[in-house]
């Protein structure tokens, strides 16, 4: 497969042609100094805290009952929409069911 | 003595089984109950928000209810063993893998996959992307022993089914669900330039490409790499797209 080894002569143009055009759209090596990290303001969920929100009082008693559902376990959201699932026979399949038993 | 009293603690909040600490509580037991009670509602419930803070794709998949069900399992076999709550829920995919009731979904593992990495390079250190102009001051003669240092946030991903596509038709502005090839494999690469995280699908051949440059291989190499794999590899364009999203952060010769 030698004739898969870039040139140097391609490698130096291609280098330098990605180089100008990436010089086009980064504005500057300033890119990202323009900003701030805004510490304490993050998507719910994506800081360390967010889950604090759910701690507080006894909400959470509801949902005890819940613990040994005798309802069937079935994935009731989009899954459906999308069209279910693979074929059976797939390997993560076939895996998962070995390891449920 | 502490100890096994705080263990005894931890027993009823991650399990509800207040035996233990009941010789030390004065309380008459059928209220004792009731009271303890709301520390398992409560830790158990934290824990599940936690996962769906990090999993919200799986959950909008599945459904709430057994979204529910598969945390509590989880929680309950994959106790936190440290005290960082971002940190929670690294080991779900595999377990969604071994989770009975999933097993009509074999892609879920594969999305939640996507999903953890997210949650992995939002919490990477920070870093500078490598100025453009470095490059250009590299003789040409040397160009192809270039090795770069990637940022810590970039995070490759290869799988057999769709994940970036099933990944993005589940975000919440989506509210039509099409039809999905589950049978189409994707690759891609999930990083965060600044304060976003991102993600990109990429030809078998960037993959290639990215994963040479990432366990150290040179700039020559690796494109010869995906060259060898696909022969129409634009390293020009490849190179740019990700001096542009900021992929690498230093380069040495």
Known sequence: ?101 | MLHDLQKSFADVALTNSVEALLPHVATPRGAIERRLGVYHANTLNSLIDVLSAAYPVIQRIVGDRFFQALAKDFIKTHPPQQPTLFRYGDALPDFISSFAPANDLPYLPDVARLEWTRVEAYFAADSAALNPERLAEVPAEQIADIKFSVSPTLRLLESDVPIFTLWHVNQPDQDRVPEIDFSHPESGFVLRPAHTVMQRVVPMETLIWLRALTSGETLGTATELALTHENTFDLQNTLRQHLVDGTFTELYL
């Not at chain 1, 898969?4 to 490698?11: D, G, I, V």
């Not at chain 1, 100008?20 to 969920?45: D, L, N």
């Not at chain 1, 005890?64 to 005798?70: C, Q, R, S």
Request: glycine share 14%; net charge negative.
């Open chain 1, 1 to 101: 497969m030698s004739h898969n080894k870039p040139s140097t002569l391609s490698l130096a143009a291609a280098v330098a042609g990605a180089v100008s055009m990436a010089a086009m759209t980064v504005p500057s090596t300033a890119s990202a100094a323009g900003k701030e990290k805004c510490y304490g303001v993050a998507k719910a969920g994506e800081n360390g805290c967010a889950n604090a929100a759910g701690t507080h009082s006894c909400a959470g008693q509801s949902t005890v009952a819940f613990d040994k559902g005798e309802w069937k376990l079935v994935a009731e959201g989009t899954c459906v929409e999308m069209g279910g699932n693979l074929e059976p026979g797939e390997g993560v399949n076939e895996e998962a069911k070995m390891k449920a038993g």
